[in-house]
């Protein structure tokens, strides 16, 4: 591989990278939301759909986690 598309593999996951922080920030404060919740309220829809949406955002930066490491490998 040339230096050029090194280049350009770097950038991507330097850009990855941001998006991962990005939606790292947003899963905790969903999480602190959640956390402030009356425990009345622990079992009603909007609770559990922050839960799963918390979920899904940790899964979608470990994917993005590895993402990255395989790019670096590449560089």
Known sequence: MN????????QLAD???DVKTKLEYISQKEEQM??????????T???IESEN??????EVV????SA?????EIV
């Not at 230096?3 to 770097?10: G, L, Q």
């Not at 470990?62 to 986690?65: K, S």
């Not at 990255?68 to 670096?72: A, P, R, V, Y």
Request: zero cysteines; charged letters at 50%.
């Open 15 to 17: 850009e990855l990278k």
């Open 62 to 65: 470990d994917d993005l986690e």
């Open 68 to 72: 990255i490491e395989s790019l670096n």
């Open 34 to 43: 959640l956390d402030n919740i009356p425990e009345n309220l622990q079992e």
């Open 53 to 58: 949406a918390i979920d899904v955002l940790d």
């Open 3 to 10: 230096k050029e598309r090194r280049t350009k593999i770097k």
């Open 45 to 47: 829809d909007r609770y």
